[in-house]
């Protein structure tokens, strides 16, 4: 596509983006669907450009004023994906000065909210928990999320997997914590590789893994992933399981539970039962009550831990959602937990970094549940062998009672999670 058609190609789709009434990653693949004349190279310079608009909007509009044309172009033009002289080859000599002068401005002489794009909501939460390493997560949010798998080691051996990868010319690393994880530099296509289409891994970030390992699923046991999706940690569970015993998919969405049915079926197992519920309290998970080995509740969340990879969620959401989503979350814990029989195990997490979400969850089920034992999640993934547990965790007297992932420190998307035993 000529510089100039790309350009305007990458402004309509911001404006798009930028209204802000759907998920950005639903409203690019609708683009996508409807101009399936898009090569690879530019539907990779559209998505791109698109969420680095996202990341770095508050330093955009910042920039946006002293250019000219539609205000959509600047921000494609300050966010374009692709080499230099290809993106001047399309502007006037206007633009070509004015973007020249943006680049030349120094990022100390900038506005703190020019420099961490984040609404000022949120801001102090996330200084408050990281002092000094607030910074260092917004350079790491304001970077996209690299891309992990996760071995089927039902079917595949991590070692076998990196081999098959690196014989397609694809570079996978195994991940510092998941015993399950690879790591891959860059964004090839993975799902018509062989090893892929057997079943033998799955996209999944390292931080998804540890919140399945977690649950420490055995052999025959009644197991429910109480919050399911898309089904990523109920397939490591039923891997964990050996394929035996009964593990229940359980989710309010039908459509999340159907796309689930190609990747179970990839997965090669055969102890899952997809079930869709109608809330938490639905007559099947009434029926469940104290029968159950393990539940997880990977809790619907603000989703404001995986920022790297979904910017547009820190614009689309507001403090009196992160109250809402509050509410439902204990309400799902609760819920839940009638499910555990005695001696069973409970893991309740979220892709959120807010305290509101995580340990004021857990802290509140705990003084109102006291059926249920904290385990340190530090002592439980040291027993699972997963090397420098330690520094996966916070909270407790020792630091260790939690589960907490950061993007800057650990590389994942930033996670929570607690872990109890009913007595």
Sequence with gaps: MHPKALLETCSDLVRLVLKFDHPADAIVSRYFREHRNLGPRERATLAETVYTVLRKKQLFDHFAPSGSGPK????????FFGPGDFL??????QETRWLDACEKVNPEDLMERHRHNLPEWLV????DQLGDEFWALTESLNQGAGLDLRVNDFKAKRADVQKALAASGIKAVPTPFSPWGLRISGKPALNKHEAFVRGDFEVQDEGSQLLALLLDAKRGEMVVDFCAGAGGKTLALGAMMRNT????????????LDSFKPRLARSGLSNVHPAAIAHERDDRVKRLAGKIDRVLVDA????????RRNPDLKWRQTPQG?????????????????????GGRLVYATCSVLPQENEAIAEAFGQAHADFVVLPVGEVLTGLKVADAATLCAGGEDGQRYLRLWPHRHATDGFFAAVWQRK
């Excluded at 992160?322 to 005695?342: F, N």
């Design 245 to 256: 015993g009964r593990l229940y998919a359980f989710d309010t969405s039908a459509g999340r």
């Design 300 to 307: 619907p969340c603000t989703g404001m831990g995986t920022l």
């Design 124 to 127: 102090q939460p996330l200084k």
């Design 72 to 79: 959509e172009r600047r921000l494609a033009i300050l966010g």
């Design 88 to 93: 001047r080859s399309a502007l006037t000599d």
């Design 322 to 342: 992160v109250e809402e989503m509050a509410v439902t979350q204990a309400k799902i814990l609760a819920s839940a937990a009638r499910m555990v029989k005695s």
